[in-house]
């Protein structure tokens, strides 16, 4: 168990609808990291939020958002949906210490869109 | 970004060791070379990260050449726990970026 957490595991919806995926990382890490993981691109960064704040881009869509609260968890929000959205979300929080960052990640939440 | 170049695929028999190469040809400076590694129906987990030196820690050794253009994760004595993608990453700024790793599979 890494200690981050996302709701929901699993989520089935149509194409053209919104679906917010949640996250909460360890407990007293500030940045949390999203990714997707398909079949054929695998995982793929997507975006950074540090202490509320976004700190570095990946490859996200533009129908695709996230923001970090106050309390340090984390949504991302899908929206539009297209088939090719199917794919597991990994979010994940980190630690710095003297010798670099380490990234925990979540268990995923399995979005499979029809 | 510096790029990892890892086999797709090897095979271990358990508790024998296994040696999973990657070659990093224009690493930078300043990258630290992490290894992650992603059981089935799990999210990656975290192995072992190093910038010059050997490391090692209780899940496995991280041994770097000399001119930190490949390193090597090794793990001591594999069981059927560690049949995993393993990811080797370059990373010094706030991405990072996987490759497609090596899939072990590990033989009874």
């Known amino acids: ?114 | 970004d510096a790029k990892t170049t890892q086999p797709n695929s090897m095979e271990s028999n358990e508790e024998e060791p296994v040696h999973l190469p990657c070659n990093h040809s224009t690493i930078s400076g300043t990258d630290y070379i992490h290894w992650y590694r992603q059981l089935p129906s799990q999210g990656p987990e975290y192995v072992i990260h190093g910038l010059t030196s050997n490391v090692n820690n209780r899940m496995a050794s991280l041994a770097i050449a000399e001119d930190r253009k490949s390193s090597t994760l090794i793990l001591h004595r594999a069981t059927l726990r560690d049949a995993a993608v393993y990811y080797c990453i370059l990373r010094n700024n706030n991405d990072m970026r996987f490759g497609a790793g090596t899939r072990l599979t590990v033989k009874p």
């Open chain 1, 1 to 114: 168990d890494s200690g981050v957490t996302q709701t929901p595991k699993h989520l089935i919806t149509a194409t053209g609808q919104r679906v917010t995926l949640r996250c909460s990382p360890r407990s007293g890490d500030l940045s949390v990291y999203w990714y997707q993981q398909s079949l054929d691109q695998g995982l793929q960064f997507l975006i950074q939020y540090y202490n509320g704040e976004e700190r570095a881009k990946g490859n996200i869509l533009e129908r695709f958002s996230a923001q970090q609260f106050p309390d340090l968890h984390s949504e991302l929000n899908l929206s539009s949906l297209e088939l090719g959205d199917s794919a597991l979300y990994f979010c994940a929080s980190s630690v710095v210490s003297t010798i670099g960052e380490t990234q925990y990640f979540g268990p995923g939440t399995r979005l499979l869109v029809l």
